[in-house]
Every structure is written in C-alpha cells, then in structure tokens.
C-alpha cells in the first residue's frame, strides 16, 4: 500500500508542482495518473522511490514513511520502469534484468534462473535472448525488457513512467494487452503514469486525474466516465463519452466476436489449455463444438473448473448455466451492465433471435468501446 | 650533398637513433599517463559539477592554445631545463584533450540510462563504475589517443630545453645543414606517431563495449 499525505513539491522554491496532494494505492491496485504534460504527475510518481524529494509532506509504504528508510533499498525493492526504457547499451539482456538482483548480491545461479523465469514470461525465447544485446532488440521486445528487468526482484511495488507512449500503437496496444494479463497473475502495486486516456481506461482499476499538482478525481474509470468531477474531467476525457446515451449502444455493437468457447463436453484440462491460448480466465460453453451454428448453454470460468477438479468432468457438471446471462444481441448497454454486476464472472454470451451465439462481452469489449464510440455520437468533437 | 648514402648513415646512427627513440617514448609516455591520472579524474568531476565545467575547460584551452615553443621557453624561468619541464609542458599538452573527451564521453550517455540506474537503486559510485565509465571508456580512449600522437611531434621541440628524444637530431641536422641527420629524427618521429595512433586505435575498439559496437 502507498499512502501520499499532503505532498508538495516545489523545484524552486516558488512554483509548485505538485500541490498538497493525497492518494492513497490499495495493494494490488492498479492506479493511473493521467493528465496534460506538466501537470506533476510524473514528479508525484517520482517521490515514491524518492528519485524526487517532497518538498513537504510525507509519503508512506505499508505504513513505514520512507523518509527514514535506506534510498537504495528502497529504490531496489520498488520496480522502475520508464518510457525510454534505459536499458544498459553495454550489457547483455541477462545482465540486464539480472541488474538489481546484482546490486542485492544474489548468487549467479539464482540471478539466471530467475532472468529465465522472466524471460519466459514475457514471451520471449530464454536461451536466445539472454546472451543478446539491447541494440538487436525492436522497441517493443526492449520495453518488455525493462518490465522484465523491474520485476527482477519480484517487487510488491512498480512504478512506471509512460512505458508504452513511445512505442507504434499496434506494438503498444500488445504490450498493454500483456501487462492487463501480467497484471492478473502477478498482482503487484501499480502507479502507471500517462497521458493517454484510452491507455488508461485500459488498465487502470482506478484513475487518478492529476491538474496543476492536484488530484481532481480519483476513482474507477468507469466512476470517471459516468460522473466527472468537473468540467476538466469530462473534457480531458472526451465529452460525451457515450455514458450519456448507453441507451443508444446495443449489445452487438459492443461485443467481440473472437472469444474464447468450449463444448459441453469438453474436459477440464481442454478448457484451461483453451483459456491459456486465449489468455482469458472465462470461456462460453456451447452446445456443439466445431459447428458454424452453436447456441451457448453456460459459462465457465477457471475457478469453477479449480473447484470442480474431479477426474471425469464435463463441462456440462461444472459450467454455470442461465437464461438470465444469455444476452439477446439487441439488449442495450444499460441492461448489459445491470446484468455484468449481478455475475462474478467475465464474459457474457451474446445471441441472435435464433438463439445462436454471436459473439461475446467482456470488460475488455466494454471499455474498448467507449474509447471508440465518442467520437461517433458528438461528430468527432473530443 | 652528403658523401655517403643515407642507408649507411642509418647504419652507422643506428645505435643512437634507438636510443633517442627510447628517450622519445619515455618523454611522451610519462606526459601522457600523467595527463591521464589527471585528466580523467578531472573530466568526471567536471560531469558532476557543472558550476566548475567551463573554468577547468577554458583552462585547459588555453594551454592548448599557447604555440609549444613559447611554452617551453615560458618554463625555463621557473622549472629550468632538462627531462621535468619537458614533461610538465607535455603534461599540460596533453590534458585537454583527456578531460574534454572524458567529459564529452560521460555526458554524452542517454540520460535514460542513468535515470534507469538511480530509479532501480544504484549508488552514484555504481552508476560511474558500471555504466558511464564503460559506456564513456572508447571516447575516452579517443582523447588519450589524440593526446598521445600530438605529443610525439612535440616532444621533438622538448629537445630545445634538453630533454633529449628525437627532437635532437632535428634540431642538430638544421644547424649543421645535414639533412640526413634531420631525417634520422623526422622518419622515426612520424612512424612512431603513426605505429602508435594505430595501435591506440586498436586499443580503443576493443575498449568499446560488444552491445554498443553495432549501433
């Protein structure tokens, strides 16, 4: 947990920054500060790791301020990763991410095999890249680098300075996509500092909207979206994002129509095989496998078939299966909402007047479509 | 001109020749690795405290700046003549540019590096010792290089206040208009700037670090 008291940062003496500011990080959340450039959010993310000294105010970690606390430890148990990556040009990849388990005087064993581990977890070929160097790597393949370096020591707490902005979107959107996933299996403190709107409506749990070293809003993205605080808020976001008129959003324009689905007489581990290959944690269940025209009959998620671990299993047994949830592709957004609340799981069915699956809603579709869809009610104006 | 051929001057000087050669390299060598206790420390510092930069830069210009025969007849007042002032004008020679290349070197490193370093906690002295230096240690080299070679032509006029080297021949051949004397200096100055420029090129490129060679 990272706890900000009244924190205020002046350069000079004169001009602050970042005025009296509070914000409170749960641990496990994944917080965004967003706002214009030079609005303070980067210098409040850099007191954190104290790169950044408050000029006033105090800043807690698990309730310890970190005033009293060794810099470097500090700093070396608080994940770092910025948006020019910063990778060592003169070092391999291993020696690298390898970096601050050296400065913590891991053994060499230990410090490979966990440059291996993280490697492999961000998808990239241990035994080919560790040996390479930053210079041979694309943007992308270096920024996973540097979230891999930041996870070294396998931090409570990372800290990240715009680390997709300087990437092309189709890399960005990718990475974004893998740190959402990254982000559910690992659950780490996140500060996440950005000025794009759509980045952060993607992965934050809750937004921080920061305006001349203020915090003006702190709260989910969809809390934000529905009710600005302010003018600014509602600006800074794009006017009218479409929560005035969800009545106008139908359940077929939200859903996707890629998503990951199994037979009702699939197994267990044919489920979770398909829901590592789909890196999602829901499937639908649906009556006939490998058919052009299937109808759902259920959901499944991960814990469900966790829970129900029995050798000869289908998902028929351990599927959770409503007409309540089988959503008609013409429902609105409104009731689709209503009807994601009541359900503890991720991904809806959604069908045709035949009852025949067409696609699917997930959070990811929701918020993908409200970052889409502005533009198209207000005639472009943002 | 002269009765006998040059290669048999070469023949009958040989001895000589060597050993001024050696006097040569002894004068030039201990100059510059002065300059470099001196300058490399120097140029870092300088990276570090900026108030300082252009005082120890300016500095150092105008020692470079100073034609070499009025330095060294600048010296004799104070140090005399002989092997010290010739080293001591040849030191400030070759400082300049050991501190600017150390400075350009360390400064010229993406400041996102060095904010990746101090964000993940690396002390200043690990940030110097495992990353600037490194990184600076080819452009560093360059400067050391250049000094060096510059040196080895000077060092000839460090014959002028008795130092010996090759410059004696130089100097000998012009007042007795011989000019294979003067070659026996000249030649054997200008291979040993060139032999040594090559091999502190080679120096260099193996001082560059492998994941930078390619960029």
Known sequence: MIELKNVTKSFDGKNKVVKNLNLRVEKGEFVVLIGESGCGKTTTMKMINLLEKPTKGEIFIDGENVKGQDLMELRRNIGYVIQKVGLFPHMT??????????????????????????????????????????????????????????????????????PFSALDPITREKLQDE????????????????????????????????????????????????????????????????WKTPEMLLAKDIMKKKFGKIGVNGSPARAIEIMKERETNTLIVVDREGEKKQKPVGVVTRNMIMRNSGHSMKMREIMASSEDFIIDENTNMVEVLNIMSKINFRSIPIVNKD?????????????????????????GEL | MNKIGFLQFL?????????????????????????????????????????????????????????????????????????????????????????????????????????????????????????????????????????????????????????????????????????HLILAGAIPTALLAISVDFILGLVEKKLTPQGVKNS
Not at chain 2, 136 to 145: N, Q, V, W
């Open chain 1, 179 to 242: 740190m959402t996933n990254l982000q559910e299996e690992l659950g780490k403190t996140i500060v996440f500092v950005t000025h794009d709107m759509d980045e952060a409506l993607k992965l934050a749990d809750k937004i921080a909207v920061i305006k001349d070293g203020e915090v003006i809003q702190f709260d989910t993205p969809e809390e934000i979206l529905k009710n600005p605080a302010n003018d600014f808020v509602e600006y800074f976001f794009g006017k009218d994002r479409m």
């Open chain 2, 11 to 179: 023949e009958y000087r040989g001895p000589e020749i060597f050993k001024l050669t050696g006097e040569h390299m002894k004068i030039t060598g201990v100059a510059v690795f002065l300059a470099i206790l001196v300058g490399v420390p120097l140029g870092i510092y300088i990276t570090k405290n900026r108030k300082v930069t252009n005082v120890i830069l300016s500095t150092a210009n105008v020692f470079q700046t100073l034609p070499s025969l009025a330095l060294f007849g600048l010296i004799i007042p104070i140090m005399g003549i002989g092997f010290k002032p010739a080293i001591f004008v040849l030191f400030l020679y070759a400082l300049l540019p050991i501190i600017k290349n150390t400075y350009i070197g360390i400064n010229s490193i993406d400041p996102s590096i060095i904010e990746a370093g101090r964000g993940m906690g690396m002390t200043k002295t690990q940030i110097l010792t495992m990353v600037e230096i490194p990184l600076a240690l080819p452009i560093i080299m360059g400067g050391i290089r250049i000094s060096t070679v510059i040196n080895i032509g000077t060092a000839t006029i460090a014959a002028l206040i008795g130092a010996g080297g090759l410059g004696d021949f130089i100097f000998k051949g012009i007042s007795m208009g011989n000019n």
């Open chain 1, 93 to 162: 990849i291993g020696e690298n991410i390898e970096l601050v388990p050296t400065l913590k005087k891991w053994s060499k064993e230990e410090k490979k095999a966990r440059a291996f581990e993280l490697l492999e977890l961000m998808d990239l070929p241990a035994e080919d890249f560790y040996y390479r160097y930053p210079s041979e790597l694309s943007g992308g393949q270096q920024q996973r680098i540097g979230i891999a370096r930041a996870l070294a020591v396998n931090p409570e707490i990372i800290l990240m300075d715009e």
């Open chain 1, 355 to 379: 009852k025949l699956l067409v696609g699917a809603i997930t959070p990811i579709s929701l918020l993908n479509i409200i970052t889409e869809i502005s533009p198209s009610i207000e005639g």
